[in-house]
């Protein structure tokens, strides 16, 4: 069964604390994704990567960073956690489309992180 | 640059009632589109999509949408609601690069019993 793993369900940071998400996949996939899920907003992109070492800004990247250094690893990074980043991040990961379909993307089942 | 509107953030129906959630989608290339699903405390996971082809398209758990491009609408439905249908749904369509997906603001459907 293909699957995409977050390292934590939940968790409580403090503000001012580094926080380190982790996401891992099985299914040999280019592309990798961190998406935030606020009620009312959606799915906003935060950062994507589409290789080993290579990292592209989305739409919403202000106080994020992030690092890919293995194929099936990408982490998300919040440097000095704050409390408007209380909310639930999801991994997702993706073949380019045409090889195996239209690019349909495979999620973790979330972080739900709360900064104090 | 593409973007999708879900008309209804919340959906009530009765059990055993027709479901029909709206998607309408803007693209500025032939578009990929998409219907996830999320069940409480649990990630995202496909319903169905639509690439090329037919235009009417079947996904799990009984699930249909149909792609009118003149409409630019991708609308999910359901001809019976069932309990375990109770979940937010969210349509999603492919940027311009075939990679990455913008998704709308979700609908959140409600099954009364």
């Known amino acids: 069964d293909v699957k995409v793993t977050q390292s934590s369900r939940y968790l409580v940071k403090r503000t001012g604390e580094k926080v380190f998400l982790e996401c891992v996949q099985d299914m040999d996939h280019e592309n990798m994704f961190w998406y935030r899920q606020d009620p009312g907003l959606g799915l906003r992109l935060i950062y994507f990567s589409y290789d080993v070492k290579m990292k592209e800004k989305g739409d919403i990247p202000e106080g994020y960073s992030v690092s890919r250094e293995k194929k099936e690893r990408f982490s998300l990074i919040l440097e000095s956690a704050s409390t408007n980043q209380t909310s639930m991040y999801l991994c997702?990961?993706?073949?380019?489309?045409?090889?195996f379909g239209a690019g349909e993307l495979f999620f973790g089942e979330g972080s739900m992180l709360t900064v104090l | 640059a593409q973007s999708v509107t879900q008309l209804g953030s919340h959906v009530s129906v009765s059990e055993g009632a027709l479901v029909l959630l709206r998607c309408n989608y803007s693209s500025s290339v032939p578009p990929y589109l998409f219907w996830y699903v999320q069940y409480p405390n649990q990630g995202l996971q496909l319903l169905l999509k639509?690439?090329?082809?037919?235009?009417l398209v079947k996904g799990i758990n009984g699930f249909e949408a149909e792609f009118k491009k003149s409409e630019t609408s991708f609308h999910l439905t359901k001809p019976s609601a069932h309990m375990s249908d109770a979940a937010e749904y969210f349509c999603a369509v492919s940027a311009g690069d075939g990679n990455k997906l913008v998704f709308g603001a979700g609908t959140i459907l409600r099954v009364k019993s």
């Open positions: 639509y690439t090329t082809g037919a235009t």
């Open positions: 997702a990961s993706s073949s380019p489309p045409g090889l």
